[in-house]
């Protein structure tokens, strides 16, 4: 994807300094196509989701079943190709492995994106939090759950009440995250409070706490979609950690997965693009067949319209989130890029998912096909890791000034 053409980025964006002190301007833009290497790494993959997952995705839906299968295949097949070419394996190529797995299973996405997922996720693991957790975290053996969320702080991340109080050379943490996707995971990344007199974003910390630590409890929720990766609530009661359990400075954890989440966004954005596309392509092959009032349901114009205008549509947000992981590749601020593509490309999915599912008249309201659970799977992806005006929050911030 990063076939350098001389086009210079410029759009829209005005003398922005990155961390590594280069400015937007400085670097290349796309060359609108995938490397040779990707372009075979996401054909490979297409087989895999529509061979080996799709057959498996309704039946995880149904039975809650964690699609751990799915996920080592994934991670086997991009470990394996990328070994000799690890420099190919960029954020652009994560956004491949996210498109084409959710074409097969949006639920095995997450955990299946490899290496240069992990280094943006898990960036500020020590070393010896790494050695322990990040050998079976890459296989897929085990997960990890984020903790954020709570009662009082879901959008408003800055009310956050969990607190870690300083006991001896203990901490001691009491409170709790209501929305911690992979409930079934063997360690929490859980983000609280540790300096009392802080508001808002200052004075949270992060800890890494494995799931058989005493003081900790778990409740599942029963969701409308994503059934297959347990959401649930976890109390922390009296947990007691060490220092060598806290990631990075105290104080500091907000703002550094803040980063995280700008590319997270475009991950997710490409996960209900994926899911969309080929909730499409499934339709213009049903309604080619379809006869009704002596032709195919496709032969009308205000259907096939329809395909031209999610297939646009579809496409500037899949450009727009191959963008956002093309800045952070090249080291280049991408936040309010990151909240453009969150409140975009799903809610473009889930509209485009429901349109599919409506021309396919009564089969496509029937729990036989995958549409129905596209569609709450990606809907839940509009509110999970931000919601749409939070975004808009997010860009309005940019634009107007803070
Ligand atoms: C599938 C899924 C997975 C998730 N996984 C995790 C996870 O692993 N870890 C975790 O910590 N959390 C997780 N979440 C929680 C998610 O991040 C929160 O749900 C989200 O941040 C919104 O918070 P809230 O639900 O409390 O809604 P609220 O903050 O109560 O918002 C309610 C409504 O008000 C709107 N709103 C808020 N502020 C404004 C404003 N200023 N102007 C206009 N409207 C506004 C929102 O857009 C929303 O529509 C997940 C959620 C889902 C659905």
């Not at 990155?18 to 196509?33: A, D, I, K, Y």
Request: net charge neutral; charged share 25%.
């Amino acid at each position: 994807m990063i076939e350098i053409l001389s086009i210079v980025l410029r759009e829209g964006i005005r003398d922005r300094e990155v961390p590594r002190g280069r400015r937007v301007e400085e670097c290349q833009m796309l060359g609108f196509s995938f490397t040779t290497a990707q372009e075979e790494f996401r054909t490979g993959l297409r087989e895999i989701a529509l061979r080996e997952l799709l057959p498996r995705y309704q039946e995880a839906d149904v039975n809650l079943i964690y699609p751990k299968e799915q996920i080592q295949r994934v991670i086997r097949y991009s470990n394996e190709f990328w070994s000799d070419r690890e420099d190919e394996w960029n954020l652009v190529s994560v956004g491949i492995t996210a498109e084409e797995v959710a074409r097969g299973d949006i639920n095995s996405v997450l955990p299946a994106l490899g290496k240069p997922y992990h280094d943006q996720f898990l960036a500020d693991f020590s070393p010896a939090q790494q050695q322990r957790w990040l050998p079976t975290l890459m296989s897929g053996e085990q997960m990890i759950g984020l903790g954020i969320t709570e009662p009082a702080a879901g959008s408003d991340m800055g009310r956050l009440e969990a607190r870690a109080e300083r006991r001896g050379d203990r901490w001691v943490l009491n409170g709790v995250k209501n929305s911690v996707s992979f409930l079934n995971a063997a360690v929490f990344y859980m983000f609280v409070r540790t300096d009392p007199d802080t508001r808002g974003w200052q004075g949270i910390s992060a800890f890494l706490i494995p799931r058989d630590t005493p003081g900790m409890s778990f409740e599942p929720i029963d969701d409308l979609g994503c059934r297959a990766i347990p959401r649930g609530v976890v109390r922390l009661e009296n947990v007691e950690l060490g220092d060598s359990d806290r990631v990075g400075e105290p104080g500091t954890a907000f703002t550094r997965i803040s980063r995280f989440f700008d590319v997270n966004r475009a991950v997710i954005g490409l996960k209900c693009i994926g899911a969309a596309l080929q909730s499409l392509d499934e339709t213009i092959a049903w309604t080619k067949k379809r006869v009704v009032f002596g032709g195919p349901v496709a032969g009308h114009q205000s259907v096939s319209f329809k395909f031209a205008e999610a297939a646009t549509r579809l496409e500037l947000g899949r450009l727009g989130c191959y963008r956002v992981l093309w800045m952070r590749d090249q080291g280049v601020a991408c936040q309010h890029e990151g909240a453009m593509v969150k409140w975009w490309a799903p809610k473009t999915a889930a509209e485009t998912i429901h349109s599919c599912l409506l021309l396919h008249g009564h089969y496509g309201f029937s729990k036989q096909l995958p549409l129905q659970q596209r569609l709450r799977d990606v809907i839940g992806w509009q509110i999970g890791d931000g919601s749409e005006e939070v975004m808009k929050l997010i860009i309005a911030r940019e634009l107007l000034g803070r």
